[in-house]
Structure formats: structure tokens, C-alpha cells
């Protein structure tokens, strides 16, 4: 029930093309639904973070898709550029909690 | 503003040797720690987080400990390293549950 299951492993784009990768949780009680972005040898970053009171967040080419009723959420990538190629990681809180529940991460190449 | 640092980068050790990770955060008061390691094309691993100075929970039982001498540092250890021990070391911090900000690293190999 803790868990934060993400599809899929590895994806590859073309250069302008849309990025999607999804996630899917089981607690109704997480409350915060954050995506991080991590390039090979450095620590994870926030990209984009979404609460369960809105259905999608958009910040430039990054956009979140939130599903309360099915439980999912999804990160669109948009016009996808070399540079977005990267691991990306989504995660789930609740409040009164100190642990973020991360997926299993997802491999993205976006081809020049 | 905030910064996590985290040192050494890179750590090369022999099987059985001892381990001390420092990590510390400027810029904020009382902030949840956390010690994350990741192996290598994979996800993220939880081994300890603290909520205050002295108060260490574990995820993983294992060779590896942690405190929490100062609020805002934070030390990974262990007596005798482990082939398995290998990987990439992360500290991070929060507010609450909040988003958690994540230290550059420490890539450590165990031969």
C-alpha cells in the first residue's frame, strides 16, 4: 500500500516529440505528488510537484496529470529535447508523515 | 537560501575498512535528514531518516548506521564495508513532508 508503481523503465523519444511516464499509488492518504529529475552522477532535483485538489500542473515544456478517482498521475514532456535526458522519478507524501515514497525511476533518451 | 553538502565526492575502499559520510545543510532549522543509497541504473533505497538531533530510524537493517550529532548534520557509518556497500550515496533534507532537496553525492566503491 506504500508502494509507488512507474511505467515505464526506459523510454526513448525522438527530439520534439512528447515524453510520458506514468505512476500509480494505492494510499489515499498521500497528499503531495512530487516528480524528480536526476542526470547521471549528480543527486535527484525537484522538476514539478502536484496536490490531489487540482487534476494538472503545467510549468513551461513539464506538465503533471493527476487521476484521483483511478489513483494515477503522469509527467508530459513536451517538444522533448536532447537535454531532458535524464532519469526521472516520481514520488508520493502525506502530511504527518517524514518518508517520500519514490517509483522505481524511469531511464529517459530523448534522439537528436 | 538553502544548500546540502556532502562530502567526500568519491570514496574508494577495501572490503573491511571502516566508513564516516558527513553531510550538512545551511540555511534552515530542525530539517528532516535523510540517507538514500542508489544503486548503480537504479532507484533510490532509504536507509536511515531523522526527525531531530539523536532520533535515527532505520529502513534497512544492515552494516551501515547513522547520526545525527549537530541538527544539521548528519554522518552515515559503518565498521567493516561490504562488497555490497557499493554506490551512490545521497543525503537529503525537508521541511515537513515537503519536497525533499537532495546533496550532489557520494560515489563510493568497495574492492
Known amino acids: 500500500q506504500q508502494q509507488v508503481k512507474q511505467s515505464p523503465q526506459s523510454l526513448i523519444v525522438q527530439k520534439g516529440g512528447i515524453s510520458i511516464i506514468n505512476c500509480a499509488y494505492e494510499?489515499?492518504?498521500?497528499?503531495?505528488f512530487p516528480w524528480y529529475q536526476q542526470f547521471p552522477g549528480k543527486g535527484p532535483a525537484l522538476l514539478i510537484a502536484?496536490?490531489?485538489?487540482?487534476s494538472e500542473k503545467k510549468e513551461g515544456r513539464f506538465t503533471i496529470s493527476f487521476n484521483k478517482s483511478a489513483k494515477q498521475f503522469s509527467l508530459h514532456i513536451m517538444d522533448s529535447q536532447p537535454g531532458d535526458s535524464a532519469t526521472y522519478f516520481c514520488?508520493?507524501?502525506?502530511?504527518?508523515?517524514?518518508?517520500?515514497?519514490f517509483g522505481a525511476g524511469t531511464r529517459l533518451f530523448v534522439k537528436a | 537560501s538553502q544548500t546540502i553538502h556532502q562530502w567526500p565526492a568519491t570514496l574508494v575502499q577495501p572490503v573491511g575498512s571502516p566508513l564516516s559520510l558527513e553531510c550538512t545543510v545551511e540555511?534552515?532549522?530542525?530539517?528532516?535528514l535523510y540517507w538514500y543509497r542508489q544503486a548503480a541504473g537504479r532507484g533510490l533505497q532509504l536507509l536511515f531518516y531523522?526527525?531531530?538531533?539523536?532520533?535515527i530510524s532505520s529502513e534497512v537493517p544492515q552494516n551501515l548506521s547513522a547520526s545525527r550529532p549537530q541538527d544539521r548534520q548528519f554522518i552515515l557509518s559503518s565498521k567493516k564495508l561490504l562488497l555490497s556497500d557499493s554506490g551512490f550515496y545521497l543525503c537529503?533534507?525537508?521541511?515537513?513532508?515537503?519536497?525533499?532537496?537532495f546533496g550532489p553525492g557520494t560515489r563510493l566503491t568497495v574492492l
Open positions: 531523522s526527525v531531530g538531533i539523536g532520533q
Open positions: 537529503a533534507w525537508s521541511v515537513l513532508q515537503d519536497t525533499q532537496y
Open positions: 514520488a508520493a507524501s502525506m502530511a504527518g508523515g517524514f518518508k517520500t515514497i
Open positions: 494510499n489515499t492518504a498521500f497528499d503531495y
Open positions: 502536484i496536490r490531489p485538489d487540482v
Open positions: 540555511g534552515t532549522s530542525n530539517p528532516n
